[in-house]
Nanobody, 124 residues
Framework: QVRVVESGGGLVQAGGSLRLSCAAS????????MAWFRQAPGGEREFVAY????????YYADSVKGRFIISKDNYANSGYLEMNNLVHEDTAVYYC?????????????????WGQGTQVTVSS
């Protein structure tokens, strides 16, 4: 069974950048589509970005479009979320999620494999 571990979170000033990593083990990442979700304090877990099996198709939530970039390196068995021009509202725990079904999905319930999350805090 695949295991997922996120890293790269931290404290950053508004306008700054962070790069989150999602390391997969136990299986090859090329069998999975990957998504990033986030959950702010007191809020629901929400979709951030999605990337296809091969990494050639990506979708973003409107709130991060133009600022975040999702990518996937199947050879390294890792995925990434590059976050630029961060704002206070981006503060949340960020989760990497995987699913084997190749259809695009934005709901948390569609993803079977999750990491433990990594905290991103943006100071204003």
């Amino acid at each position: 069974q695949v295991r997922v571990v996120e890293s790269g979170g931290g404290l950053v000033q508004a306008g700054g950048s962070l790069r989150l990593s999602c390391a997969a083990s136990g299986d090859t990442l090329s069998r999975y589509v990957m998504a990033w979700f986030r959950q702010a304090p007191g809020g629901e877990r929400e979709f951030v970005a999605y990337i296809s099996w091969s990494g050639d198709t990506a979708y973003y939530a409107d709130s991060v479009k133009g600022r975040f970039i999702i990518s996937k390196d199947n050879y390294a068995n890792s995925g990434y979320l590059e976050m630029n021009n961060l704002v206070h509202e981006d503060t949340a725990v960020y989760y990497c999620a995987l699913r084997t079904d190749g259809t695009t999905a934005y709901d948390t319930g569609k993803y079977a494999y999750w990491g433990q999350g990594t905290q991103v805090t943006v100071s204003s």
